[in-house]
């Protein structure tokens, strides 16, 4: 049997999370056309009868400019220290930048093999792909594959060739496990994920989400009750909208989101409140989740 854990890494906004969700056929992390929508490590599993890869999703690289940066930043440098295979994903239809190839000569120096997945090949004209590609040709990784996650193009020649970079091991996880997170957790993303899609600049980067309850009545309908946190009352104002219609909106989504993920019927309440720069304050960082584990 073959095990192993794979540190999916790359800039911010590369496609590493859509890229996870596809390989392990599950939503496990949200998704934006934002920057910096993944905070934190989080695990997808992918069991299958002859292996299990562990695939390690991260904050994409980017430069701190806070304490909730750092922290971010913090978790994809651990996480690439400690794993079998490192895949690296660039965005192709970007175009291969310097800083991802500096970044990769750093990852080529240490002992864990790299590989490159280069994505969103599905918006990109196929002509330029071989023209990016060769940009890789002085680098010391295993391979650079082409993706398409949007069309699943590509995507079981990639879990092939990490298949053959990770060793014989037994399983990490039981076979029914497809996150290291709970429930609870995907339900503060889900509700993160649509302020991103619906807010812009600063607004959604700036906010965190704190679940109060979550309960399942006795009809089977899920209770769900949380605080979007935001850093200033004119963010409040912006996230609540005239006469409650943005609030209402970006709820009704996701509500819908949450139904999708859990299979049920849900009731959610949601307050705004303000914590001036939190993103700041240690203590605060740690209250929303945003702080490693001793
Ligand atoms: N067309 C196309 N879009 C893609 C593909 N993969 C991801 N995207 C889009 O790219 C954007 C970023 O995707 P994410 O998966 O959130 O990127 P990420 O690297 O996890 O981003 P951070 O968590 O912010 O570092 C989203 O709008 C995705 O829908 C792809 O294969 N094709
Ligand atoms: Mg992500």
């Known amino acids: 049997m073959k095990c192993g854990t794979v540190a999916v890494i790359g800039r911010a906004n590369a496609g590493k999370s859509t890229l996870i969700n596809v390989l392990v056929g599950e939503k496990i992390a949200i998704v934006s056309p934002k920057p910096q929508t993944t905070r934190e490590r989080i695990l997808g599993i992918l069991t299958e009868p002859s292996y299990q890869i562990v695939f390690e999703d991260t904050p ?11 922290f ?4 994809t440098s651990e996480t690439a220290k400690d794993v079998d295979l490192i895949l690296f994903v660039t965005d192709g239809h970007e175009g291969i930048k310097e800083e991802d190839l500096s970044t990769l000569k750093r990852f080529e120096k240490g002992d864990i093999p790299v590989l490159v997945a280069f994505t969103k090949t599905d918006i990109m ?6 023209e990016e590609l060769i ?19 590509n995507v079981k020649k990639l879990l092939a060739a990490i298949l053959d970079l990770l060793p014989e091991g037994d399983y990490i996880f039981p076979e029914d496990v497809v996150s290291d997170k709970s429930e609870k957790f995907m339900l503060r993303e889900i ?15 700036g906010v965190a989400v704190v679940l109060n309850e979550y309960s399942i009545r006795p009809s089977g309908t899920a209770e769900v009750n949380l605080d979007i946190v935001c850093e200033k ?8 909208g005239k006469q409650g219609q943005a609030l209402k909106e970006v709820s009704s989504f ?14 959610l309440t949601v307050y705004v409140k303000v914590k001036e720069n939190w993103r700041d304050n240690p203590q605060l960082l740690g209250e929303y989740g945003y702080k490693e584990e001793d």
């Not at 940009?135 to 193009?153: H, M, N, Q, Y």
């Not at 996701?254 to 009731?267: I, P, T």
């Open 60 to 70: 994409g690289i980017y430069k701190a400019k806070n304490r909730l940066n750092d």
């Open 72 to 75: 971010m930043q913090r978790q």
């Open 125 to 130: 004209p196929a002509e330029k792909i071989p």
């Open 135 to 153: 940009k890789f040709s002085d680098l010391d990784v295993k391979g650079v594959i082409p993706v398409s996650a949007r069309k699943g193009r």
């Open 191 to 205: 509700m993160r994920e649509k302020l991103l899609l619906k807010f812009d600049k600063e607004i959604p980067h």
């Open 233 to 240: 009352p004119n963010h409040k104002a912006i996230i609540i």
């Open 254 to 267: 996701a509500r819908e989101g949450m139904e999708k993920f859990l299979g049920r019927k849900v009731f």
